[in-house]
């Protein structure tokens, strides 16, 4: 069961089913994730929202189905034609993935080093241009190391979305942050859907900031997707989503009452 | 009672299928160096990595192995009054085993793990999926120019191993047991063959260190991607590499002699 689709998917999974080994990650996914909207992509733990990203990056193949990118089908392309593909995907890793031999200058710098041909100087102001954006101008000269968990979750998100792509995958961008960062976060990804169109798909533990910030939401739910808006699915009664939020509520008390007593 | 019979099938299928898999990321890692850009900043850098930084190790050790070679050989050569023979014999095991064979497993040990540690951590930290999604193939940016320089320097290492191990030899038997100096190197020099011996050391050097430029990259790239794969990454490196040298060495060594 799935609400209404989207009008106009940018990203698309049809039937898709994957196994790591015995392991059966999906089975008949079928999610779409509309244009120029903000998609949270939710559920528990292991249930595949960090390995959907990857598919869509075409970093991981589905054993079978189909995965569109902006109409295009990428299951079946070859790593070099991915290439061309990615040209339109920024990707926002858990960890940042920053390379922690090059600075955060040359970090943000390096898909247009890689691939515009410019010459070095407007390459620098581009990416000082990207760092004033994400409100760490003066960063440039450190190393990876040197920042903070949420600093490098904001280079990270600098760097992805440098090569001015349509599509930003951020996986668990939240993660280990304090509520003023992920406040950050959270504004910086909102700005980027709504000054430059981009489509956002976020995959996400964080229900109250997923509530605040999607447009659309997609629940990852024993191998299959349950998806709407946040109002549809909170309407739905589905007791699986439902079930969702209980222990999402249920932790969050805990950490009041423990915060509480601390 | 079928079971150690079927384990060593498995095995068996196991290793040569790893073998295969070695072979196509081989292949990969050569195109990758044939392919436009090359990655000389990166080259320079790696080459520094794993070059400069071993200078101290295999120069040291080096010295220390020749010292030995040195004493133990003139100690022996002493007992039949041949002690005048001393750089031969110093020179020659050197240069055709001691120096490739060493220096491959020294630098095996000291840049080898090094940079199968620093593949598998970027691996598990995304940083090479990172670079695919910026349609970076990590392949061209990081492997290659790894495996190259552990190529490239592992000759000159071994090059330096002998020239430290011929002074450790010099300083025992020379300057400290009191043979004569110019009898040394006389000794050496009629003895050690430029083709066979020098370029046959040169040869070896080339070959280890493709292998442990091969070996490491391999292990580093297909590590799991945790702490846990990190460390298994780093001592199957030294453990493969090493055992591998010593059974490569056997073969050139033997083949050497069949085709002079
Ligand atoms: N390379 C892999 N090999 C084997 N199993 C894998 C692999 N990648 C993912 N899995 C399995 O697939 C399932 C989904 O993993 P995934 O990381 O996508 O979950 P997730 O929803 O992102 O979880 P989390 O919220 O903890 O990040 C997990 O059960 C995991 O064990
Ligand atoms: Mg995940």
């Known amino acids: ?262 | 009672m079928l079971a150690p019979v079927r384990s060593l099938g498995f095995g068996g299928v196991r290793l040569v299928a790893e073998l295969g898999r070695m072979a196509v990321f081989a292949g990969s890692v050569l195109r990758a160096l044939l392919r436009p850009p090359p990655r000389l900043g990166r080259l320079v850098q790696e080459i520094y990595d794993t070059g400069f930084l071993s200078l101290a190790i295999v120069g040291g050790s080096g010295a220390a192995v020749g010292a030995v070679l040195g004493l133990q050989g003139y100690n022996t050569l002493v007992r039949f009054g041949a002690e005048e023979s001393l750089g031969a014999v110093v020179g020659l095991s050197l240069i055709r085993e001691l120096g490739p064979v060493l220096t491959g497993l020294l630098v095996t040990g000291r840049a080898g793990s090094a940079m199968a540690a620093e593949i598998a951590s970027m691996l598990a930290t995304q940083q090479l999926d990172g670079l695919r999604m910026m349609s970076i193939d990590p392949v061209h940016l990081v492997v290659a120019p790894k495996a190259l320089a552990m190529f490239l320097v592992m000759p000159l290492l071994n090059a330096l191993f002998i020239v430290t191990a011929l002074g450790g030899g010099y300083a025992v038997g020379v300057s400290l047991l009191g043979l004569d100096g110019g009898t040394y190197f006389t000794s050496l020099e009629s003895s050690v063959d430029f083709e066979n011996d020098v370029a046959g050391s040169g040869i070896k050097s080339l070959a280890f260190g493709a292998l442990v430029g091969l070996v490491a990259t391999y292990r580093g790239y297909t590590a799991t991607p945790n702490a846990a794969g990190v460390s298994a990454a780093t001592t199957s490196t030294v453990v493969v590499a090493s055992v591998s040298i010593l059974i490569l060495d056997y073969f050139i060594t033997a083949l050497w002699d069949v085709y002079p």
């Open chain 1, 1 to 262: 069961m799935h609400a209404a689709a989207p009008s106009d998917p940018h990203v698309e999974a049809r039937d898709v089913g994957l196994s790591f080994g015995n392991r059966v990650v999906f089975q008949d996914l079928d999610c779409a994730f509309p244009r120029g909207r903000i998609t949270v992509l939710m559920g528990g733990s292991g249930a595949g929202k960090s390995t959907l990203l990857r598919m869509i990056g075409g970093l991981e193949r589905p054993d079978r189905g189909s995965i569109r990118v902006a109409g295009e089908e990428i299951t079946g392309l070859r790593e070099s034609e991915l290439f061309r593909v990615r040209q339109r995907i920024g990707m926002l890793f858990q960890g940042g993935a920053l390379l922690d031999s090059l600075s955060v200058a040359e970090n943000v710098g390096l898909p247009l080093h890689e691939h515009a041909g410019l010459p070095a100087d407007a390459i620098a102001a581009e990416v000082q241009r990207r760092l004033d954006s994400v409100g760490l101008p003066d960063v440039g000269d450190l190393l990876p190391s040197q920042l903070s968990g949420g600093m490098v979750r904001r280079i990270a998100l600098a760097r992805a979305i440098v090569r001015d792509p349509e599509i930003v995958l951020c996986d668990e961008p939240f993660s280990g942050l304090d509520p003023l960062n992920v406040r950050r976060i959270e504004a910086l990804l909102v700005r980027l859907n709504q000054r430059l169109g981009l489509t956002l798909i976020v995959a996400s533990h964080h229900v109250t900031s997923a509530f605040r910030m999607a447009h659309h939401l997609v629940f990852l739910l024993q191998g299959a997707a349950i998806t709407g808006t946040p109002e549809e699915l909170e309407a739905s009664g589905d007791p699986r989503v439902e079930q969702f939020f209980a222990a999402d509520r249920e932790a969050e008390a805990e950490v009041q009452a423990w915060e509480g007593t601390g």
